[in-house]
């Protein structure tokens, strides 16, 4: 027999499930992904389209691949048609018998943009992605409507950035090398950081996932190449008359966030939002300060 507070507990499963209810009913739209392969010289590009509007390319990291994204496409392809691609040599296109040619990657953004058609672009380069943007846009500064440095100022030769001090860059280089290689000794990614593996241990895993992903070919390799070609003036940068932002994060142990502070400087159209307490990758860390920021940007840089 049901007494008093069978009824209320029975009302209250039946109020619960009212308000339950209509949530399984809602409906959501989420933006299709096209998915294909560019042939190259030497090798096939991955990539994947996803949402529609003004495009955006995410040029990701040594570490990374097209996956590297995940945060950043479900908050953009409502607004814009998001591109994501792995460089030459990162799965799943075509391995290179020993490792790419970071000299092709501009290359191959050209033709990736041209296989697309797309009129005019927003480039955000993560780290090792500044090289392939930096080169594709001072051979096609028309095409490109804004620019991302995250964490990176690609192919620019880091010892000429004018500094106050320039003993701050030979200093940070001997701090970062003895924090990578504690970082590493304790099984931590340094470009995810002591901070990702500390506070959020389930992203640090998948940031190693998706690095191990990539692990197809001796990248260490693939960094002394493309710290190779950083070679150009830093008054580079004073001929790039589109809106630049650097985003930098304030515990990087990769990359040097003062230079964008500097480099900045030299532009007309460049500023410099840092992260606190955020690593080398900004965008996975801390990804929704991350797509804030970047979409504050692109709002005033159309």
């Known amino acids: 027999m049901f007494n008093r507070r069978d009824f209320l507990l029975g009302s209250a499963a039946i109020m619960a499930m009212s308000v339950v209810r209509p949530a399984f009913a809602q409906t959501a739209t989420v933006a299709a992904t096209k998915r294909g392969f560019l042939q190259r010289p030497g090798c096939r590009l991955y990539y994947e389209v996803t949402g529609s509007g003004p495009a955006i390319i995410f040029a990701h990291g ?29 799965p799943p296109g075509s391995e290179i018998p020993g490792g790419p040619d970071p ?4 290359r191959d953004l050209a033709a990736l943009i041209g296989h697309l058609q797309l009129a005019d672009v927003r480039l955000v380069a993560q780290s090792m ?7 594709y846009l001072l051979s096609f500064p028309h095409k490109v409507r804004a620019l991302v440095l995250a964490s990176t ?7 000429s950035v004018p500094l106050a001090d320039p003993r701050r860059l030979i200093e940070w280089d001997r701090q970062a090398a003895i ?27 998948l940031y190693c996932a998706i690095s191990n992903d990539s692990d197809s070919f001796d990248r260490e ?8 070609m950083a070679t150009r003036p830093p008054h580079t940068l004073r001929g790039l008359s589109m809106p630049t932002l650097f985003i930098t994060g304030e515990e990087d142990t990769t990359y040097p966030p003062f230079l964008s502070d500097a480099l900045a400087r030299l ?28 979409d504050r940007f692109l709002a005033t840089a159309g």
């Open 62 to 90: 040594l570490r990374g691949n097209h996956l590297s994204w995940w945060q950043q496409v479900p908050h953009f392809s409502g607004r814009y048609t998001c591109v994501t691609f792995a460089h030459r040599g990162y």
């Open 103 to 106: 000299r092709d990657f501009a």
């Open 129 to 135: 992605g500044g090289w392939t943007c930096l080169e």
């Open 153 to 159: 100022c690609g192919t620019i030769h880091r010892t």
């Open 179 to 205: 924090a990578r290689a504690d970082m590493q000794r304790r099984g931590i990614s340094p470009p995810a950081g002591e901070r990702m593996a500390r506070e959020q241990p389930a992203l640090h895993f």
């Open 221 to 228: 390799e693939l960094r002394k190449r493309t710290l190779g």
């Open 267 to 294: 532009m007309r159209t460049g500023k410099v939002e840092q992260v606190r307490e955020a690593g080398h990758s900004v965008y996975f860390e801390r990804a929704s300060v991350f797509n804030q920021l970047v």
